[in-house]
């Protein structure tokens, strides 16, 4: 299973746009500033979004089609599943 996740600074924050075959490692990777210079300097690490997908090509589509919404856009897709900013890692490992 491969994954699509966004990333936020805080709600209405800075957003970040990802794929990867481990959500929950992926996560926690970018909360001890591992592997992306974007989220470590911008302080983005909250998970709030996730979209599975069976290949890794349906997710790279997905991951390019995101970032290539505009920010309201995204903003949308987050508060339609997780209206009040949900930390989803907190989800996945508690």
Do not use: C
Not at 10 to 27: A, C, E, K, P
Not at 78 to 84: H, L, M, S, V
Request: charged share 30%.
């Amino acid at each position: 299973m491969y994954y699509v996740y966004i990333l936020a600074s805080r709600r209405n924050g800075t957003l970040y746009v990802g794929v990867t075959n481990d959500v929950s490692r992926r996560t926690f990777e970018h909360r001890q500033g591992i592997g992306s210079a974007f989220t470590r300097r911008y302080g983005v690490a909250l998970l709030v979004q996730m979209e599975p997908y069976e290949s890794i090509a349906a997710a790279i589509a997905r991951e390019k089609q995101l970032k290539g919404w505009n920010r309201a856009w995204k903003i949308r897709l987050i508060e339609r599943d997780n209206p009040d900013w949900d930390d989803l890692y907190e989800r996945l490992n508690g």
